[in-house]
T-cell receptor, first 115, second 113 residues
Framework: GAVVSQHPSWVICKSGTSVKIECRSL??????MFWYRQFPKQSLMLMAT?????????EQGVEKDKFLINHASLTLSTLTVTSAHPEDSSFYIC???????????FGSGTQLSVL | AQSVTQLDSQVPVFEEAPVELRCNYS??????LFWYVQYPNQGLQLLLK??????LVKGINGFEAEFNKSQTSFHLRKPSVHISDTAEYFC???????????FGSGTKLNVKP
């Protein structure tokens, strides 16, 4: 079946540095990818919708200059957390839309810890 | 906009007992509904989905859900749970163009021996 690979699975960084998270669709082309953030004991919060070849659409309250999203190809989307701070520490999950638009496949998530 | 409510944050149940995980949604337009499962330290896996047709949807691992438009619900059921069903379950909704998926807050199913 379709698989979405997300890398890294966890990362620790110093405050003020930038971190890049990759999301790859391994056996299908994903015209749309989604980025979510999951706080402890809370639901997935949609951060942005990424469409290949165009600018990402950010949800209200999500800083687009802080969370840079690039969807340069049909199989790769990246999320860069710029100038990370401790409050950015969270679990980030990507997903890719496939199966003719009817299936949403998820990556395994990235646990970001900012010291 | 759409929203999803999962009223039960945790559901403890004994092995081989039936279980129902509740999901209600809000939307001004027609929606598609999904249930996902997240096992510890893993990503989300699709259990089942409702797009159209029969309102009773069967998914993997013996789970099923029923779409009730009048009650705006999409409850997940299993007649007999196993220890291996212990996980967190998320209900999700999207609209016709799948451009956004909204998730409920999740329900942790804890199956006890």
């Amino acid at each position: 079946g379709a698989v979405v690979s997300q890398h890294p699975s966890w990362v620790i960084c110093k405050s003020g540095t930038s971190v890049k998270i990759e999301c790859r669709s391994l056996d299908f082309q994903a015209t749309t990818m989604f980025w979510y953030r999951q706080f402890p004991k809370q639901s997935l919060m949609l951060m942005a919708t990424s469409n290949e070849g165009s600018k990402a659409t950010y949800e209200q309250g999500v800083e687009k200059d802080k969370f840079l999203i690039n969807h340069a190809s049909l199989t790769l989307s990246t999320l860069t957390v710029t100038s990370a701070h401790p409050e950015d520490s969270s679990f980030y999950i990507c997903s890719a839309l496939g199966g003719g638009g009817e299936k949403l496949f998820f990556g395994s998530g990235t646990q970001l810890s900012v010291l | 906009a759409q929203s999803v409510t999962q009223l039960d944050s945790q559901v403890p149940v004994f092995e081989e007992a039936p279980v129902e995980l509740r999901c209600n949604y809000s939307s001004s337009v027609s929606v598609y509904l999904f249930w996902y499962v997240q096992y510890p330290n893993q990503g989300l896996q699709l259990l089942l989905k409702y797009l159209s047709g029969s309102t009773l949807v069967k998914g993997i691992n013996g789970f099923e859900a029923e779409f009730n438009k009048s009650q705006t619900s999409f409850h997940l059921r299993k007649p007999s749970v196993h220890i291996s069903d212990t996980a967190e379950y998320f209900c999700a909704v999207t609209v016709y163009n799948f451009n956004k998926f909204y998730f409920g807050s999740g329900t942790k199913l804890n199956v006890k021996p």
